[in-house]
């Protein structure tokens, strides 16, 4: 593990994560995204095939903040913040626990959802059979059957990871994301950064810090996900 000092962990945030961010031919690099300018704090894009520039100040000229930032730099205090939180924040285990009850429950509701549509699926057949509203009841059976298709998708889940003790949950974190980090490969790092990363800013002055926010909520998908793929 690596530690640094100059990154900071804000509290668990209720927010969803941002919409899901697709690779497309205009979408190829590893932050796209998740740079913000310290001025405005408006989305920085790549320019000149290395730097972040403030889109506000090149394209709209209502920023003043001309300063770019490399790609690599950026990219080194992202995952120089997930390591530091692996090293020094608080503990994963509640985190996970409390994911996982949630989860529960989720599942729970949607079991108890999808008992409810059977329900009404099976006496809408029942009242076709007996010739009652067949035109209208035909319509509603379909939407329902649309519905109990969509719920059953949604309960089909693999049964929850194992959860062990602090230590070995953070050796396979580290593990993980030292493994995306060495692949340089730009899907697995959006990937992990989907999971875990808030929003990178870069100084919008020369007094100014880079400061890299994470995604404390985003840590339990990620666990699940990484259990899955061992």
């Not at 990871?161 to 949950?169: A, F, H």
Request: with cysteine; charged share 25%; hydrophobic share 40%.
């Amino acid at each position: 593990m690596r530690a640094v000092d100059r990154r900071r962990h804000p509290p668990a945030r209720d927010t969803a994560p941002p919409a899901p961010r697709i690779l497309t031919v205009h979408n190829q690099r590893a932050l796209t995204g998740w740079v913000k300018c310290g001025a405005c704090g408006g989305i920085k894009h790549i320019a000149n095939s290395t730097r972040y520039v403030c889109a506000n100040h090149r394209y709209r000229g209502t920023c003043t903040n001309a300063r770019g930032t490399r790609e690599p730099l950026l990219l080194l205090a992202a995952f120089e913040a997930i390591y530091d939180r692996l090293a020094h924040g608080p503990d994963f285990r509640p985190l996970f626990v409390a994911a996982f009850g949630a989860e529960l429950e989720r599942r729970k509701t949607l079991r108890h959802s999808e008992a409810a549509l059977a329900g009404k699926v099976d006496r809408l057949v029942s009242a076709i059979e007996n010739g009652v509203r067949v035109e209208s009841a035909t319509r509603r059976l379909l939407q329902l059957q649309d519905e109990l298709e969509q719920t059953r998708a949604a309960t089909k889940s693999s049964p929850l990871p194992p959860l062990p003790n602090e230590s070995q949950i953070r050796a396979v974190l580290g593990r993980a994301v030292q493994s995306v980090e060495a692949s340089r490969d730009v899907k697995r790092t959006r990937i992990l950064f989907q999971h875990l990363l808030g929003e990178i800013v870069p100084p919008g002055t020369r007094l100014g810090g880079l400061t890299a926010t994470l995604r404390e909520e985003g840590w339990a998908e990620y666990w699940w996900m990484v259990q899955a793929e061992r």
